[in-house]
């Protein structure tokens, strides 16, 4: 076996191909500039060696092979020494196509919103169905305590990004994974920093239709106009669609406004009810959607469908981190407007009148660049009050967005400021809702000790 340095390693996909490569059996170092929970903790406790800053000293001598993240680019001190060094190297995404889905039958789950949800809930279907599937999703998943395993089952089931693959590869990660089911969960634009519109990434999802052969499966949002489009480029393989019309191939009726209740069709035919923990529409199209990919693989979706009622979902995906004094706090992966307005508009089904407080960060590249900013606003609308996040280095006027919040808002410079103004409000019965794909400053669990200290 080799030994492996990860560049980008605290990444949630990067950390995935730590653990899959440790568990082949090969030595397993990294680094990364921004380590924190709960991926640095996975990785800590399978004892691989994090080390931070992408320092050359930082890349053990030995190393066979150096696996770069796509965070990483030209210009970057390591990247530069193991181009001078002439040191071997790959991306993840090549690293996995080659080193673990030969020989599997390959389930990719895509989309804007909903992949790492998704693709928790068809390894946990899968898994319910005996067939211990490999996985790689980008998070840490609460049924499983990992974000990746390589499994003893055919299946493999792969959060499969349109993201870009790295410096020397721009091409989306999706394309190297070869999948013989593919569910396109959604399409909107997103990652304004390296596509300059839907067009250019409606090609890329057509490069991974192009790719799942006939014998396979295309699980598509029938609702999405985006999707339609892709499919009208040119399509090879049998198409089943979801959503809310019973005129789809899968289809829910919901049982409850919050979503946490619903119906599963198959051809306008009920075949089961979910009753589960989630919340939200969003989270029940990604249900259907998982239960259409397994039920392409030969699972009973019937037989499945009870074991939901125990599904605990991923880590920071609305996830309750604690209670104190009456106010409930959660932690939410928050990305993009559409999955923001969804993830709230779930809340306030379950919660009614109770007061919502959101402590916004726009942390991905493309809300730093401001290409969410006129939707930001309207995505909180299901909020009683905003405490926004707005670090100086932010290239945008915040101010504009927190004029346009429906509910009360204000903006702050650090955590510290954004800790001390949800305190001064919070009382309770509150649900106070952190929102970032960042580490937050571990703001969400220093809000909860803060309100402890009372």
């Keep these: 076996m080799s030994k492996l340095h990860i560049l980008g390693i605290a990444g949630t996909f990067m950390g995935g191909v730590a653990v899959l490569a440790r568990e082949l059996g090969h030595a397993v170092e990294g680094s990364d500039q921004n380590i924190y929970p ?46 001078d060094a002439g040191m071997q190297y790959t991306s993840g995404a090549q690293w996995l196509s080659e080193c673990v889905l030969p020989g599997r039958d390959v389930l990719a789950v895509a989309g804007t919103h909903g992949k790492t949800t998704t693709t928790t809930i068809l390894a946990f279907l899968l898994e319910a169905a005996g067939r211990t599937p490999g996985f790689l999703i980008g998070g840490v998943a609460e049924d499983f305590g990992v974000s990746a395993r390589i499994g003893a089952g055919r299946e493999f089931v792969v959060e499969a990004d349109e993201y870009d693959t790295a410096f020397f590869d721009k091409r989306s990660k999706f394309v190297h994974y070869r999948p013989l089911v593919a569910i396109l969960n959604n399409l909107e634009y997103d990652h304004a920093d390296i596509f300059p519109d839907v067009a250019a990434i409606q090609r890329q999802f057509h490069h991974l239709v192009r790719t799942v052969p006939r014998r396979g499966r295309l699980i598509v949002n029938g609702h999405d106009t985006h999707l339609r489009e892709v499919l009208a480029m040119g399509c090879w393989t049998p198409a089943e ?68 009622a125990q599904f605990r979902s991923v880590k920071r995906r609305l996830e309750v981190i604690g209670e104190c004094n009456g106010i409930t706090i959660y932690d939410d992966f928050a990305h993009h407007p559409t999955a923001i307005a969804t993830t709230l508009a779930g809340l306030r089904a379950k919660v009614g009148d109770a007061r919502v407080i959101v402590a916004m960060e726009p942390r991905s590249n493309s809300m730093r660049l401001g290409a969410h900013a006129d939707a930001l606003a309207p995505s909180l609308d299901a909020a009683d009050a905003v405490v926004f996040l707005a670090r100086p280095e932010l290239p945008w006027d915040t101010g504009k967005v927190i004029a346009a919040i429906r509910g009360q808002a204000r903006a702050v410079a650090d955590a510290d400021a954004l800790i001390a103004a949800l305190k001064a409000q919070a009382r309770p019965g509150d649900h106070v809702v952190f929102m970032s794909n960042g580490g937050f400053d571990g703001a969400p669990r220093r809000f909860l000790a803060a309100l402890g200290d009372d």
């Design 38 to 83: 709960p991926m640095s903790t996975q990785l800590e406790t399978l004892g691989i060696a994090l080390k931070q800053g992408y320092l050359p000293g930082n890349i053990a001598s030995d190393c066979d092979e150096i696996v770069v993240g796509n965070a990483l680019s030209r210009g970057n001190a390591a990247v530069e020494h193991v181009l």
């Design 241 to 308: 669609r979801f959503g809310f019309d019973e005129s789809f191939e899968w289809s829910a009726r919901k049982l409850s406004e919050d979503g946490s209740r619903f119906a599963v069709l198959r051809d306008g035919k009920q075949v089961g009810i979910v009753e589960w923990p989630l919340l939200g529409d969003h989270n029940v199209l990604n249900g259907l959607a998982a239960l259409a990919a397994c039920a392409a693989v030969g699972v009973d979706v019937a037989a499945v469908i009870p074991a939901l």
